[in-house]
């Protein structure tokens, strides 16, 4: 079965950009689709975006103008970075495969701090 | 656009039934049959329940049931057992490949 795993810097300062790296296992992001969800600290989830096997990324609307998905294929893993970071997006932040109407399999989540 | 709204919190005995309901707009839950909900307990990353309304993956017990009526969507759970006490988060496709989570449900195992 596929799994997935977070990494990435956990303290990110104010106005800097937040970039993450998901590792896949078990099976190719060369199909599929793979996504970030984020979930502030005891508060509800959150979808930022996605990227098809083919290329084909789409994001939240209310972060669009700050957010990159990439997939990286020769190294099985693919990235979020979010720019311009401010406290409020401190969360953890999971990735994921699929989109949110069926996301079947998550990283176990990485929390990310926005702090100077 | 605006998150689904679900109740704060929902309850029930062991053995009994529960409906957490999920309430959208007619851009969304009302539009479409995308309907998605994820079971998340305390410090662990969300799982998937239900799926494009009424469907299960493999490997979800059959007491968790999904259903739709005009622009609310439902999850019951029956036969409430310890292990079901957590977070429910219903989802659904809002058109233009855009997508909205619910509020969110505590539900609480008496």
């Known amino acids: 079965q596929v799994q997935l795993q977070e990494s990435g810097p956990g303290l990110v300062k104010p106005s800097e950009t937040l970039s993450l790296t998901c590792t896949v296992s078990?099976?190719?992001?060369?199909?599929?689709?793979w996504s970030w969800i984020r979930q502030p600290p005891g508060k509800g989830l959150e979808w930022i975006g996605y990227?098809?096997?083919?290329?084909?990324?789409n994001y939240n609307p209310s972060l669009k103008s700050r957010v990159t998905i990439s997939l990286h294929t020769s190294e099985n893993q693919f990235s979020l970075k979010l720019t311009s970071v401010t406290a409020a997006d401190t969360a953890v932040y999971y990735c994921?495969?699929?989109?949110?109407?069926?996301?079947?399999?998550w990283g176990q989540g990485t929390l990310v701090t926005v702090s100077s | 656009q605006s998150a689904l709204t679900q109740p704060p919190s929902a309850s029930g005995s062991p053995g009994q039934s529960v409906t957490i309901s999920c309430t959208g707009t007619?851009?969304?839950?009302?539009?479409?049959?995308?309907v998605s909900w994820y079971q998340q307990h305390p410090g662990k990353a969300p799982k998937l329940m239900i799926y494009?309304?009424?469907k299960r993956p493999s490997g979800v017990p059959d007491r968790f049931s999904g259903s739709k009526s005009g622009n609310t969507a439902s999850l019951t759970v029956s036969g409430l057992q310890a292990m079901d006490e957590a977070d429910y988060y219903c989802?659904?496709?809002?058109?233009?490949?855009?997508?909205?989570f619910g509020t969110g449900t505590k539900v609480t195992v008496l």
């Open positions: 990227m098809s096997y083919s290329a084909t990324s």
């Open positions: 994921t495969r699929g989109r949110p109407i069926l996301l079947d399999s």
């Open positions: 989802t659904s496709y809002a058109g233009s490949n855009n997508y909205v």
């Open positions: 078990g099976g190719s992001i060369s199909s599929n689709y």
């Open positions: 494009e309304v009424n």
């Open positions: 007619s851009s969304d839950v009302g539009a479409y049959s995308y």
